[in-house]
């Protein structure tokens, strides 16, 4: 399965379409870990969860796909995207990074790049 990823997030206007990322995909809960003394010097500690996840996907793509997904990080950097992975899951996401490093192999013309992606999974 590949990856498919449309923007804006609410009515779609653009599709990329990316081939499966390489073997080192992430998917990270966020977490906050807060310490707090109380008046009468004990410790506490608090974890807040939220139900946004960090997923990190390294895709190896040929160079004219790696020029298309340039241009939709360019348009679409700063705006909700919706994102179904190869596994078949659809995510509300936003990039993370900024910016994003597009190196190209010049041997064999191919790239790779790492894509950091926030967001939550779709019902």
């Not at 997904?69 to 659809?90: C, D, P």
Request: aromatic share 10%.
């Amino acid at each position: 399965m590949t990856v498919i990823i449309k923007a804006p997030a609410l009515s779609p206007e653009t599709t990329t379409i990316l081939p499966n990322p390489e073997l080192a995909d992430v998917e990270n809960s966020q977490k906050s870990l807060f310490i707090k003394r109380a008046m009468d010097g004990t410790k506490r500690t608090y974890v807040r969860r939220s139900s946004n996840r960090l997923l990190t996907y390294t895709f190896r793509l040929q160079r004219l796909k790696m020029l298309e997904l340039e241009a939709f990080v360019r348009v679409y950097h700063n705006q909700e995207i919706w994102m179904t992975n190869h596994k078949g899951e659809s995510w509300n996401v936003s990039f993370v990074s900024n910016p994003f490093e597009f190196g190209i192999d010049r041997k064999d013309n191919d790239g790779v790049i790492t894509i950091n992606l926030e967001g939550f999974k779709s019902a």
